[in-house]
């Protein structure tokens, strides 16, 4: 299975900045996935990354809120943008892992973002 | 659209002892897969078992297996022997096939006392 680094793990960030966090894979994938996870709740899709190509976002994730890029196959980075306490959060990449019969998805380790 | 219900927010159990999460899903789809994930306190989130809608047979991964009912639409894990390292967050979750799209229930937090 593939081996996702996520980082920062954790950050205090002042309302207004903006914050990026990194998504490394130790193999090439087609497409990256990004989740918030706000505190207490599930985790919910916001977009989905694909080499080349802009992001799709879900319902209620807008681009200038949360730019994503994606420049490689093992690379990926979200920003969140103009950040308000309400977006502390546990933030998420994902990828999907095919092959020998399996089919799922693995998760990098999580940035705990706390906006003050 | 797909929803997954998790009814049990907290559950806990004894060391050794077996326990079941319940998990219902909503769908208009036949072919689908089911995901049970665990996420302790470090964040990390942890595949603990996967199905296949097409298929009849309950998936097992050693202590952990589930009961697969389709027509019910109900996903249930249970944990035998449960370990103190048991202990943490589990998300049922659901994806469409062809969609690579994950979508999670409200997870039930499991603790598991000595």
């Known amino acids: 299975s593939a081996v996702i680094s996520q980082k920062p793990s954790r950050d205090i960030c002042q309302r207004g900045t903006s914050l990026t966090i990194q998504c490394q894979v130790d193999s090439q994938v087609t497409m990256m996935f990004w989740y918030r996870q706000q505190p207490g709740q599930s985790l919910t899709l916001i977009a989905t990354a694909n080499q080349g190509s802009e992001a799709t976002y879900e319902s209620g994730f807008v681009i200038d809120k949360f730019p994503i890029s994606r420049p490689n196959l093992t690379f990926s980075t979200l920003t969140v943008s103009n950040m308000s306490p309400e977006d502390s959060s546990i933030y998420l990449c994902?990828?999907?892992?095919?092959?020998?019969?399996?089919?799922?998805?693995?998760f990098g380790s999580g940035t705990r973002l706390t906006v003050v | 659209a797909q929803t997954v219900t998790q009814s049990q927010p907290e559950m806990s159990v004894q060391e050794a002892e077996t326990v079941t999460l319940s998990c219902t899903y909503d769908t208009s789809e036949s072919n689908y897969y089911l995901f049970w994930y665990k996420q302790p306190p470090s964040r990390q989130m942890i595949l603990v078992i996967r199905q296949e809608a097409y298929k009849q047979q309950n998936a097992t991964e050693n202590r952990f297996s589930v009961n697969f009912q389709k027509a019910a639409k109900s996903f249930s894990l249970k944990i035998s022997d449960s370990q103190l390292g048991d202990t943490a967050m589990y998300f049922c979750a659901f994806m469409k096939h062809n969609t690579d799209k994950l979508i999670f229930g409200t997870g039930t937090r499991l603790q598991v006392f000595p």
């Open positions: 994902s990828v999907v892992i095919t092959g020998s019969g399996s089919y799922g998805y693995t």
